[in-house]
């Protein structure tokens, strides 16, 4: 994708007096984050080999770990973007989080070439020792340093470069801020494909090292250039942030428990905050009306009376909406869990991959961490179409803008999810076939151990890519309609705490089933062996719960349907879009 003539002018349109900020800045915010995807998603895919090889730790629980590993990277950019928009601002937010991420990658790699901080090899009776209590400490704290960085950096990063480039006083101010995004997201899905596959054939050929020692040389030059950048910054100052809202108004709400609705029919006896877009209460979830109520206009507002004297005990109207709006989101939302769950199993798809045949040519052979790179090609090739070629014929065809109504397209997402994780399951159970009948199944299976193509595993990825391309898409829409303008910015924390709660509910089925079917000696479904264990049983329990989640979907949409202030609202999304 090439800059046209006609964004570099619109991107330029700047008063002359602006002496920071603008298309100056892009290369240093840029280049922070797609270095600090390429560092941090190049470790993921084969993170499941170097726990169960080099710190000899058994693949469920390498699993559950790398699980709880990615829910706490997700989690915590709910917790950096309070950070950055309540006290440090998003500057500073991006800065810490890109040095704690270098220092978690910079301890991870001392890892590979310190014998101390990880347990000796196995000997020749394949007796492994156990990693210690203080190198165990060591791996986790690379994590966190990791997962503090991610969090801090991802949720601000983009946010940070559009502060740089709004300027309310340029009419082509839309037009640039659109251009931003699209280039933004743009070299987001180049850095998973770089990470994905350079970063893990680096790996895989040039050992540990090597491996994880470029990411932190990347990680290095991302803080180098984002620092470098700094006196060319505008740095927005931190505000109130919209979790400080929510929580007044559950405060305020408790503090009026007792006050009577009925006595308040008037507008006049709620507090209205002077340029809110939201005006009247809705009847749903009516006891946090309480919050808004006037009880003694002198004590509550202050002597201009357009503000809250004590505003953990009386909120406007707006604050009281938007939570509810949320509120009311939140089983839609909660559906998309379980897709992400499917969406994370790549540490046993990775452990599948390695015994059987990943050649391409005679030549090239296929790293096993690297099978995800079908699930990403694929999403990117399906938004191209469907954004550039399916939308526009339908429209043309049903004289309607835009394309599937986002609630369908999350629907379909489910069904495509519940598919790959059958299929994945029917895939495993032919793999593990073939290595019980061509290897002694006691035997820890090798590389390339099964005469069976790792091509197979194709299919399974590109289900889960259009899965990811419908639904999650399709619920971010969603949210963006269904919730006020004024907390857009809020979708990406609301979509980011769903990922990280399907870490911790994937690492909390990993457990389970280990702990349950290994239970009295017996071998567990998903034990390091994978001939012995039964990780086709383990999908089939994934295929299972994402027919309940789908279940759970048509629920919603039975008893939780729109009103029509939302659909004009999902009608006008869907025109802006087109």
């Not at 020749?124 to 203080?134: G, L």
């Not at 997962?147 to 480039?165: K, N, T, W, Y």
Request: glycine letters at 6%; charged letters at 15%; hydrophobic letters at 45%.
């Amino acid at each position: 994708m090439a800059i046209t003539e006609e964004e570099e002018n619109l991107i330029h349109h700047l008063p002359k007096s602006y002496t920071k900020g603008g298309i100056k800045t892009m290369p240093f915010i840029i280049m922070n984050e797609t270095l600090e995807k390429v560092a941090s998603y190049g470790l993921q895919p084969n993170m499941v080999i170097y726990l169960m090889k080099v710190y000899n730790i058994e693949a469920a629980t390498a699993t559950s770990l790398l699980s709880m590993w990615s829910a706490l990277s997700h989690g915590l950019a709910l917790l950096g973007a309070f950070v950055s928009d309540s006290f440090l601002g998003r500057f500073t937010v991006v800065a810490v989080g890109s040095i704690f991420s270098l220092s978690g990658m910079t301890i991870l790699w001392l890892t590979t070439m310190v014998p101390q901080l990880r347990p000796s090899h196995c000997d020749h009776f394949e007796i492994c020792n156990r990693p210690t209590p203080a190198q165990l400490l060591v791996l986790l704290f690379s994590f966190g340093m990791i997962a503090v960085g991610a969090g801090f950096v991802r949720p601000c990063s983009i946010a940070f470069g559009a502060d740089q480039l709004d300027n309310k006083e340029n009419p082509n101010n839309k037009r640039i801020m659109e251009s931003y995004f699209s280039w933004y997201y743009a070299t987001i899905g180049m850095s998973t494909l770089v990470a994905t596959t350079l970063i893990v054939y680096i790996q895989d050929a040039f050992g540990w090292q090597i491996g994880f020692g470029i990411p932190a040389i990347l990680m290095l030059f991302s803080v180098a250039a984002f620092l470098s950048g700094s006196s060319l910054y505008i740095k927005v100052s931190a505000s109130e942030s919209l979790f400080t809202g929510f929580f007044q108004v559950l405060v305020a709400s408790v503090r009026k428990r007792n006050i009577d609705l009925h006595s308040g029919n008037g507008e006049a006896y709620y507090h209205q905050s002077p340029s809110s877009e939201i005006q009247a209460l809705t009847s749903s979830f009516r006891c946090l009306n309480k919050a808004c109520i006037i009880e003694d206009p002198q004590r509550d507002a202050n002597s201009d009376g357009l503000r809250a004297s004590n505003p953990w005990r009386l909120c406007s109207v707006e604050q009281v909406e938007s939570l509810k709006s949320l509120l009311r989101v939140v089983p839609m939302w909660s559906s998309n869990i379980m897709v992400q769950l499917s969406l994370n199993q790549f540490s046993f798809s990775t452990l599948q991959t390695m015994t059987m045949d990943r050649h391409i040519f005679s030549y090239f052979e296929v790293p096993a961490g690297s099978f995800s790179f079908f699930m990403v090609i694929t999403l990117v090739m399906w938004i191209t179409i469907y954004d550039r070629a399916l939308v526009p014929i339908k429209s043309r065809y049903t004289g309607q803008p835009g394309g599937l109504s986002p609630i369908l397209r999350m629907g379909i997402g489910l069904v495509l999810s519940t598919a790959a994780m059958a299929l994945s399951a029917i895939t495993e159970s032919i793999r593990r076939g073939l290595a019980i009948d061509q290897n002694d199944p006691q035997e820890i299976p090798n590389i390339s151990s099964v005469n069976m193509s790792a091509m197979w595993f194709v299919p399974q990825y590109v289900l889960l890519g259009l899965a990811d391309a419908f639904n999650a898409i399709g619920l971010v829409e969603f949210l963006y309609a269904e919730l006020p303008k004024s907390m857009s910015s809020f979708v990406v924390a609301i979509f980011t705490l769903g990922m990280a709660l399907s870490g911790i509910f994937g690492s909390f089925i990993v457990n389970i089933v280990d702990s349950v079917t290994s239970y009295g000696g017996g071998v567990s479904w998903l034990s390091s062996n994978i001939n012995k264990g039964h990780i086709d049983y383990y999908y089939w329990l994934l295929a299972f719960c994402n027919v309940v989640n789908f279940l759970y979907f048509l629920l919603i949409c039975r008893y939780n349907r729109p009103d029509q202030e939302v659909e004009e609202k999902q009608c006008e999304y869907s025109t802006q879009r087109t």
